[in-house]
């Protein structure tokens, strides 16, 4: 795994109170023509090896999968997206603080760029995504903040983009004044949100689930009989992805950046139920075979991402790391139903083999789509759930990229 800009940036520092809201984005944009989605596309962001800059790269999910990229190119590379049906997010995350809305596939110009920043709030609000319930209803999940906002996307003005606030700031550790929310899902009236919980310096403490009833805007209490926080603790630390899928909501948790191999967790979102289906022992034999050929005993595998294709299929990322540095990737695929891992996608896809991937999603078709961010050689692949073979050609990228995902009206 390349280390991204929040790793590296330790420390929050003091910003001046509540940027201002800004009109149309102005930041240099390429003038390739962006596609038109009345068909299914994918969206990436990229970040130079750098991280002097980014772009985002966008093509059709069937027929001619090549990239248009160039589209909204920054001189700052800490940007990431969201999307919802059409319409896609740009969030501009660490010291930038802004969200920009592009609808209809027209990345060219940004029907409004609002500050993630409620007035008043001195840190970077460090917003890691925009969770969307409907047209006028969506969250920001924000990293370098306790409170969760409810926005209004449809908003014109910015005094009207912020209409509500939710306080998580009870899973903060001692001597911090955040939980590091870091990823949202929406399941029927209900917002689970997944945080971090790091302390003063930076230790993973016991990771939560938080679960926000969006009727009253208020949290539930997952298991009553039991004191303490309301939501429901996890095993692994770091948690990184979630995937939800008929009910139940999958965890991935990378674990520390050493010989925590981290845990991937389901949780029944009605029950509340959580079940623990890998863990380091789970690849035990992948790590004891990395140990034999390590003279240095510091290779270990990770469990980086998850992704759900059906009932009886879903994928799990794997990412051998030397301390902070990424060596190469391995998908696992499994039964999310038993929790009994296949032999690696690897075994069918050799030219996934020692390559390192940054993100795997299943997008509109069912296929798997992951982003291979070696600098040398950046791009996607996609492969076909039934027979666990690449589908179409490579598709080449400028840039490593750090996030897929899919717009569609």
């Known amino acids: 795994m390349q280390l991204t800009p929040r790793y590296k940036s330790w420390v929050l520092l003091a910003l001046s109170a509540g940027l201002a809201a800004c009109g149309s984005d102005n930041d240099s944009s390429s003038s390739n023509e962006v596609p038109d989605i009345d068909q299914p596309h994918y969206v990436a962001q990229l970040v130079a090896p750098d991280y002097s800059s980014s772009q985002l790269a966008m093509g059709a999910v069937n027929g001619d999968r090549s990239a248009t990229q160039g589209l909204l190119v920054k001189d700052q590379s800490d940007f990431g997206f969201s999307t919802y049906k059409g ?19 027209d990345l060219s110009t940004a029907r409004w760029t609002y500050s993630s920043r409620q007035a008043g709030e001195q840190a970077s609000a460090n917003t890691y995504q925009l969770v969307q319930r409907s047209a006028d209803e969506g969250y ?14 449809q908003a014109t003005q910015a005094d009207e983009f912020i209409v509500a606030s939710i306080d998580l700031s009870a899973y903060a550790p001692e001597g911090t004044d955040t939980p590091r929310m870091h990823q949202a899902v929406i399941d029927g009236d209900r917002l689970f949100v997944s945080m971090q919980r790091l302390d003063a310096n930076w230790s993973a403490q016991t990771a939560y689930i938080a679960v926000i009833d969006l009727g009253t805007l ?8 039991t004191t303490g926080l309301a939501g429901i603790a996890l095993e692994g630390s770091n948690p990184g992805n979630l995937a939800l899928h008929n009910g139940r909501l999958y965890v991935s948790s990378r674990g520390d950046y050493g010989s925590d191999s981290g845990a991937l967790e389901v949780i029944d979102t009605t029950t509340y139920q959580r079940t623990t289906l890998a863990d380091g022992t789970t690849f035990a034999q992948l790590n004891e075979n990395l140990q034999d050929d390590d003279a240095s005993n510091d290779v270990i595998y990770h469990i980086r991402d998850v992704a759900i294709a059906s009932d009886q299929l879903g994928f799990a990322l794997l990412s051998l790391e030397q301390g902070y540095t990424a060596v190469s990737s391995q998908v696992m695929p499994f039964n999310p139903q038993t929790g009994t891992f296949q032999t690696a996608l690897q075994q069918s896809a050799t030219a996934l083999t020692d390559l390192q991937l940054s993100d795997i999603e299943v997008g509109p078709e069912g296929r798997l789509w992951l982003s291979v961010s070696d600098a040398s050689a950046p791009g996607l692949y996609v492969v076909d759930q039934d027979t666990l073979t690449i589908n179409g050609d490579f598709i080449e990228l400028d840039m490593p990229a750090t996030k897929i995902g899919f717009l569609s009206n």
């Open 218 to 225: 208020t949290e539930l209490d997952t298991d009553p009989q």
């Open 87 to 105: 319409t896609l997010y740009h969030l501009g995350r660490f010291e930038i603080d802004t969200v920009s809305r592009y609808d209809s596939g």
């Open 140 to 153: 920001l999940i924000r990293y370098g903040s306790p409170l969760v906002l409810k926005v209004n996307p």
